[in-house]
């Protein structure tokens, strides 16, 4: 039945910015190279391909649902317009989805996304002059047995990030290059250890993209080991923090030395070149005054619970005997020496007599006595060692096997490291809910876990592209100030689009679909991103 108008009644459906992401994943031919490697069983009304566009478009939807309830998402979706002619919302069922999920993790997830990834990234190859390498843990909900496990990962209990002692986890390792673009991803058990995952994530880039050019391979502290570094050998270059633990880090840190301004009036450095495992290196202390007064106040409350602490444990010495005084003065400067915030008030050493036989009472005139020396002091805060910890608070040291990099590049190229831990708060964000994982086999949680970071990639992709064209063309967007910005977020852009609709409309007896409430901007959106994404609004 149609109105005055010719529209067609509970013709209205959604696409938002739906078109946006089935754009990209067009574009990225993502589809069809998962239909290539995994084709269509006869029984499958859509393909895998299909299936993992539907997951990527409900992945990146902006709901309050989670992905596993993907078929209700579809609802009020222009599914045709946004999936492919002649798919409908009941195509789109638990058991599709669980078939698409064992087929990935039959071919190995892993190995798919690199598939993905070398296919989609070569036209982008040269963008890739860092790679930011990171792991994190996802809590999972369920028992998961021994038989339930699978020979690559181990759903089991690890160290929670999250806090949830009580949850199974397993990790996720990435790699991004410089703009936040997943170049690779692997899942691995809830208890692997970081020095052991980092190393195995840059190598395996290494292995698996094809890139000629100079490029960092950039981790934390976890990967620098003395392991790590002898089988990184000298073949790549790479950039980490050094573990502030490190003996020669710790003299490094407490050294009193003259640092150089850096460009950034926020930092100073200082270099020292160094030899680990065999290859030499060059090690960048840096000082910096905003990181000296975030940790400013962590220190003075760290100080006050180490005063008590450093009371207690000099209540447990002073109730100590010694044979003698010598050793009395050498286990109290032994104690002191532990303690380099503190110094004794005024270091006595006092005495005890007891009987021989133990018993109470004042000893007899002639009677025999054995003589104890104890500790009799006060403690009380060095006021010199706390000034001079707080002065070195700011400090940190990066490294790097490139002896030719300055410290200003040096210290950029590490900050950018935020590019991979966006990463993961983008799969964490509660408004995605893709993170909330209730999966029995964990074979599926590892096909799920690529499905995550192929949103990831999609998302960063597309919003890489539209900030090279309107730099290209010198377009610019209103940001949410109204201020025009050839920056903008994703996130915002997507936000625009809230209200984009598809009705059909009757004309001469044939049904005919048309969107609405495309404003100019969101036309000058479509039309800078290109032929992909046009045919999902005009």
Not at 54 to 73: K, Q, S, T, W
């Amino acid at each position: 039945m149609a109105d005055l108008d010719g529209v067609i009644e509970d013709s209205f459906r959604s696409v938002n910015h739906l078109g946006i992401v089935a754009g990209t994943i067009d574009s990225l031919n993502i589809s069809n190279i998962i239909d290539e490697v995994l084709p269509k069983n006869r029984h499958h009304h859509i393909s895998h391909g299909q299936v993992t566009k539907a997951m990527l478009v409900n992945g990146l939807g902006y709901v309050e649902r989670r992905l596993y309830l993907y078929p209700d998402f579809f609802e009020e979706v222009a599914v045709e317009r946004i999936l492919g002619p002649g798919i409908q919302r009941k195509h789109l069922t638990d058991d599709t989805l669980g078939r698409t999920l064992d087929a990935i993790a039959a071919y190995g997830p892993t190995e798919l996304f690199n598939l993905i990834v070398g296919r989609c990234i070569h036209e982008y190859s040269e963008e890739i002059q860092r790679i930011h390498v990171d792991t994190t843990s996802f809590s999972v909900y369920g028992d998961y047995d021994d038989e339930d496990q699978t020979e690559e990962i181990h759903i089991t209990k690890g160290h929670p990030k999250d806090g949830r002692w009580d949850l199974n986890r397993f990790v996720l390792g990435m790699a991004t290059n410089q703009h936040g673009i997943p170049l690779f991803v692997k899942t691995f058990s809830g208890n692997e250890s970081d020095k052991k995952t980092l190393l195995s994530i840059i190598q395996s880039v290494r292995e698996n993209l094809d890139y000629h050019q100079k490029v960092y391979h950039i981790a934390d502290a976890a990967f620098y080991t003395e392991e790590n570094l002898k089988r990184i050998g000298t073949h790549m270059f790479w950039i980490s923090r050094v573990p502030a633990t490190w003996g020669e880090a710790q003299k490094l840190l407490d050294q009193e030395i003259t640092f150089l301004p850096c460009t950034d009036p926020r930092y100073a450095w200082h270099s020292k070149e160094i030899e680990v495992a065999g290859n030499p290196q060059n090690w960048v202390m840096y000082q910096s005054t905003e990181m000296q007064e975030r940790t400013e106040k962590t220190f003075e409350k760290n100080l006050v619970k180490e005063t008590e602490k450093v009371r207690k444990s000099l209540k447990h010495l002073t109730s100590l005997e010694f044979a003698c005084e010598p050793d009395a003065r050498d286990a109290a400067q032994r104690w002191i020496q532990k303690q380099p915030l503190f110094r004794f008030l005024d270091l006595r050493i006092g005495t005890v007599i007891h009987r021989v036989n133990r018993k109470r009472g004042r000893p007899a005139i002639d009677e025999s006595c054995i003589t104890r020396y104890i500790i009799e002091s006060e403690v009380v805060p060095n006021e010199e060692a706390i000034a001079n910890a707080r002065e070195k608070l700011g400090r940190f040291i990066l490294a790097t096997n490139d002896l030719n990099l300055n410290p200003d590049d040096l210290l950029a190229y590490y900050k950018g490291q935020g590019a991979v831990e966006q990463g993961f708060r983008f799969l964490k964000d509660k408004s995605f809910r893709i993170a909330e994982i209730f999966l029995k086999k964990p074979s599926r949680i590892q096909a799920l876990a690529v499905i995550m970071v192929l949103c990831l990639f999609v998302f960063s992709l597309t919003e890489y592209r539209l900030r090279k064209k309107l730099k290209e063309t010198g377009e610019f967007i209103l940001s949410q100030i109204k201020k025009p910005t050839q920056k903008p977020t994703l996130k915002w852009i997507f936000f625009k689009f809230r209200g984009v609709i598809e009705f059909k409309i009757r004309v001469n007896n044939s049904e005919v679909s048309r969107i609405g409430n495309m404003k100019p901007e969101l036309a000058k959106i479509v039309s800078l991103l290109g032929a992909p994404y046009e045919k999902y609004y005009f």
